[in-house]
């Protein structure tokens, strides 16, 4: 990313934040990335990417011995 941002980022993956940039708010993110130089001023969550499963997904059905 680069240039200004104010607010809410989220990102499921990578956020990459450039030399040049100004950034002021909230970050979700799976992973962070700072270049020197960067002002970075905002909270930060880092979250691992999870792919999620259907709901209605039939459960394995225990083996009975």
């Known amino acids: ?28 993110c799976g992973k962070l990335s700072v270049e020197p130089g960067a002002e970075f001023s905002a909270s930060c969550v880092m979250k691992p990417y999870t792919k999620s499963l259907p709901q209605d997904q039939p459960k394995p059905e225990e083996k009975n011995q």
Request: net charge positive; aromatic share 4%; proline share 0%.
């Open 1 to 28: 990313m680069e240039g200004k941002f104010n607010g809410k980022i989220q990102v499921t993956e990578i956020l990459n934040i450039k030399a040049k940039a100004i950034i002021h708010g909230e970050v979700i």
